[in-house]
């Protein structure tokens, strides 16, 4: 089997569309700046899981996303399903999508789900806390897997689960993601350098940690 390609899906990061479950604590542009620095974590934890090619898959294109220096392909589709699907038909291999929300996701979580796939896997998944799922692998897309679900909402994984009824599949372990306000104590003890310190390339201008202020 050809090795996974790695997606990071992520929002573009502009003032007022980035985080704004954020914007009431750190403001429209912090919460966007927060928004960068996770982007940029995600593609460093694709990079040094070193498990497959990383592509990043953006709503919009952007400067800081060609900083990032990895393939950029735009997000097409009415909703977030769709544009999932879309990226995985495009692949044309297996691949495994992750967000950019869950700052905990390791690369040994991406290898793991590699293993899956490579082991004859038709689904992998990490559960997030707040009932969606913080990476999807799949050895093809179907349509089956992203309809008549409500992206956003608390039974995202739930609904996943039951249409793979049928298929092999596994579970990695769940996740936090940052979505509130009340996520970023967790996100204050995480250092954010620590996928680079394993190989991947760190981008220019990183910090060790996010101190919570939004401030580069």
């Given amino acids: 089997m050809r090795r996974p390609l790695i997606i990071v899906f992520a929002k573009a990061p502009v003032a007022g569309q980035a985080k704004t479950r954020l914007i009431p604590r750190l403001g429209a542009w912090r919460a966007a700046h927060l928004h960068e ?3 940029r974590r995600a593609v460093q934890v694709a990079l040094a899981a070193r498990c497959g090619p990383v592509e990043l898959h953006g709503t919009a294109r952007h400067r800081f996303f060609a900083a990032l220096e990895v393939g950029f392909r735009l997000q097409r589709g009415r909703d977030l399903g769709e544009r999932m699907l879309r990226a995985f038909t495009g692949a044309r291999r297996p691949a495994i999508i992750i967000g950019t929300d869950c700052p905990a996701l390791a690369p040994a979580d991406l290898r793991r789900a590699a293993r899956c796939l490579r082991a004859g896997y038709d689904a992998v998944l990490a559960p997030a806390e707040d009932g969606g799922y913080a990476l999807i692998g799949l050895r093809k897309g179907r349509p089956e897997f992203f309809e008549g679900i409500d992206w956003g909402g608390p ?14 599949w596994r579970a990695l372990r769940r996740l936090w993601d940052v979505d509130r306000p009340e996520d970023l104590a967790r996100l204050r003890s995480l250092r954010f350098a620590s996928a680079s310190r394993r190989g991947a390339p760190r981008s220019r201008g990183s910090r060790a940690r996010w101190d919570g202020s939004g401030r580069p």
């Fill in 37 to 39: 620095r996770l982007t």
């Fill in 155 to 168: 039974r995202v994984y739930a609904d996943t689960v039951k249409k793979l009824a049928g298929y092999r």
